[in-house]
């Protein structure tokens, strides 16, 4: 044991190699669990697809678009969709009015503003099965990100399956994973290929931050290899395929990756696919990113999208707001969110694993200071989604050290959670609410009693302040609580 481990990551490192073994009870364990969550978590987002995204539609807003560039590729291999929109191919499913979001280009075209990846995904089960096959394809990516969540927490961060496990499965079976587990919406693959690349660069062995820090740490397993890069690099570059507002996150994952692999192949890799990224987009949508074939975005242009004269002391209260806000925050839709405070304050104690918490910061200071708001006709968490993987493992990691009266609050946070989802799912099977209007209205008692303890960042002043400062000063209690505890790091 080195001077700078502890007892507990020394334990971990001594029973690594039982727990790589495939073949070993260990290994054997791990699978099973992840078999277990994929399972749940597919179930869990399949469930969803039974309700409505409006009253009037299966699918809405941004949905159909996405679900009309996928048949365009499919059937004409192409992303025109004038064709689909003259023959009204998105009536079946999309309701009777479908919301205008395309610009006649000068060439006669209409292409959506919406990066292409996502239909590229959907193009095959879109042509083949329809707007049905196309949720059912998403619902078993989240059964895909709930097992690799798992396996990189426990193989990459040392977390004890017997913790991970019951996370995990909490995590993808409750909003807002299980919700955009059916929508058609990029978030969950993004947050899938955020998870794959977190497994894939902590393979490699961690840079010191000095040369008196000599211990790589627990992350440490194997040098890089050509493979893994370049698998580590494609990953990284779908995330703004699947939706230019995920290169914050990708341009934080990538410096992590070179960062530890000091390899001039893979700063030559972004470099090629960052221009071609820009140059495909001037050539397709005619500008450097998809809003510029936007019918909205014609008059203010593309980078309209941020807003204009935009009040950043006003989107700064997101901070807070996008944790604990009374109808778009996390916690009012999965209260085990709370615990991503304390954990976060862990985390800080062990500057070596910056891993987990920077994708996780790109992602929040994206969706505070970027996004034109954070409230929205969509789903809660959308502008979140993509980083959650990394916030789930950071709070296991949190609990598997935790003491035992922690860890049984969070049990009864995430029960609490499935409930709401449960509910929300029910209502939605009878008609009372959408996935897009009506959900705060969801007759969960366990949502309706939180929401009065919850701030409304949609209300005055008067009304939002006391709310506002009270969970600063709980978030701040929580933080400091866990910075100046003796739990080792």
Do not use: N
């Amino acid at each position: 044991m080195t001077r700078s481990e502890t007892p507990a990551e020394a334990s971990r490192q001594a029973a690594a190699p039982d727990a790589r073994a495939a073949g070993s009870p260990a290994g054997r364990k791990l699978g099973r669990a992840m078999a277990g969550v994929a399972v749940l978590a597919t179930v869990a987002a399949l469930l969803g697809i039974g309700v409505r995204a409006s009253f009037g539609a299966h699918v809405a807003v941004d949905e159909p678009q996405y679900l009309l560039t996928a048949l365009s590729m499919y059937e004409d291999f192409d992303l025109d969709i004038t064709d689909e929109l003259a023959e009204r191919r998105w009536a079946p499913w999309g309701g009777e009015g479908l919301p205008v979001q395309t610009e006649v280009l000068d060439d006669g075209t209409q292409i959506s503003p919406h990066d292409p990846l996502l239909p590229l995904l959907l193009a095959v089960p879109m042509g083949l099965g329809g707007w049905v096959a196309a949720k059912v394809t998403l619902a078993l990516m989240a059964g895909a990100l709930a097992a690799l969540t798992l396996w990189t927490a426990v193989r990459r961060f040392g977390v004890p399956y017997r913790t991970a496990t019951p996370g995990v499965a909490v995590a993808c079976a409750s909003a807002p994973f299980a919700v955009y587990g059916q929508q058609v919406y990029p978030e969950l693959p993004a947050a899938l290929a955020t998870v794959a690349a977190v497994a894939l660069l902590t393979a490699w062995p961690a840079r010191p931050l000095s040369r008196s820090a000599a211990d790589p740490g627990p992350l440490a397993a194997r040098p890089a290899g050509t493979p893994g890069l370049w698998t580590f690099g494609l990953v990284v570059t779908a995330l703004p395929w699947l939706s230019v507002k995920y290169a914050p996150v990708a341009a934080v994952i990538a410096l992590l990756g070179l960062w530890r692999s000091r390899s001039t192949a893979l700063l030559a890799g972004f470099v090629a696919m960052g221009v071609a990224y820009l140059a495909v987009h001037r050539l397709v949508w005619g500008g450097w990113t998809v809003y510029a074939s936007g019918d909205h975005f014609q008059q203010s242009g593309e980078f309209g999208v941020m807003g204009f004269d935009p009040d950043y002391a006003g989107r700064a209260f997101r901070l807070l707001g996008l944790l604990v806000d009374r109808g778009y925050g996390l916690v009012a839709w999965q209260p085990a969110w709370l615990l991503l405070l304390p954990a976060a304050a862990f985390a800080l104690r062990r500057p070596r694993q910056p891993v987990l918490l920077l994708p996780l910061a790109a992602a929040w200071l994206t969706a505070t200071f970027v996004a034109l708001t954070m409230h929205g006709f969509w789903w809660p968490g959308r502008q979140l989604v993509v980083a959650l993987p990394p916030a789930v493992i950071l709070v296991l990691v949190y609990l598997a050290r935790a003491p035992r009266t922690v860890k049984a609050l969070a049990g009864l946070l995430g029960a609490a959670g499935l409930v709401t989802y449960g509910r929300l799912v029910a209502d939605g099977f009878a008609g009372r609410i959408t996935w897009t209007s009506g959900f705060e209205d969801v007759g969960s008692p366990i949502h309706q009693v939180l929401r009065l303890a919850l701030p409304d960042y949609r209300q005055g002043w008067a009304l939002f302040w006391p709310y506002h400062v009270a969970w600063l000063a709980l978030a701040a209690v929580l933080v400091l609580t866990v910075r100046k505890s003796h739990v080792a790091p």
